[in-house]
């Protein structure tokens, strides 16, 4: 009988083991996922592409309304992207109805300096679920991205200007995080984004130490 106790206590505790163990794969297997960014869609008008490097580099050129959806990180997500840019020439001179809803108050001159801007927006519960507010709003002067700066980064509630400005987090894991986005399209045709977080990986290598940067686990 007294073995059959210990018989049941060493089960009783590989069992427990067990569970801890599949909590620490499951765990890891997402701070790697989360280094990823794998999306592919559709998108036109005009063939474009936008390249984000760190908080601090983005750029882009083109004009494009894109549907996408894959991998954001541990997640399956659904996106459209509204992207346009000249590289050198000021925005609004040449996509002007990119419309970037900007607040004037926070932007001053610096709103008719932008060569570069792009929404990302969260899908809705209307038409497909493609048309939806926005989420996240790039803004560049050349390579700078201004949204690196103090109070600048934010984005409206609703696109055209009829809501409120909401403050946008920026993970300090998340700052040197990369993405390229390509839609070779000319009217109608195929749109990629793929992107590596070295924050999220350093966050991945570090959760073998029981270290968990990203606050995720």
């Known amino acids: 009988m007294r073995a059959m106790k210990w018989i049941g206590l060493t089960v009783l505790v590989l069992c427990a083991g067990c569970g801890g163990l599949g909590k620490y794969a499951d765990e890891r297997g997402n701070d790697f996922l989360d280094c990823f960014t794998a999306q592919a869609g559709i998108g036109g008008w005009v063939p474009a592409f936008e390249l984000h490097a760190t908080d601090w580099v983005t750029t882009g050129a083109g004009y494009t309304y894109s549907f996408k959806w894959g991998l954001e990180g541990r997640h399956a997500v659904q996106r459209t992207y509204l992207q346009g840019g000249a590289l050198a020439l000021p925005l609004g001179v040449v996509f002007p109805d990119v419309g970037l809803d900007l607040d004037p108050k926070k932007e ?33 002067i050349l390579f700078f991205d201004t949204t690196s700066l103090p109070g600048l980064a934010y984005h ?62």
Do not use: C
Not at 112 to 131: A, Q, R
Not at 165 to 194: C, I, K, N
């Open 156 to 217: 409206p509630t609703e696109r055209g200007g009829g809501g409120r400005f909401v403050q946008e987090e920026r993970p300090l894991v998340q700052a040197l995080d990369m993405h390229v986005d390509v839609t070779p399209a000319l009217w109608l045709g195929p749109s990629f984004r793929f992107g590596f977080s070295p924050g999220q990986f350093a966050d991945f290598l570090l959760g073998f130490f029981g270290l968990d940067i990203a606050e995720d686990d």
């Open 108 to 140: 001053g001159a610096l709103r008719f300096l932008y060569t570069y801007g792009s929404y990302t927006n969260k899908p809705s519960s209307g038409f497909l679920g493609i048309f939806g507010s926005p989420h996240k709003l790039r803004k560049s």
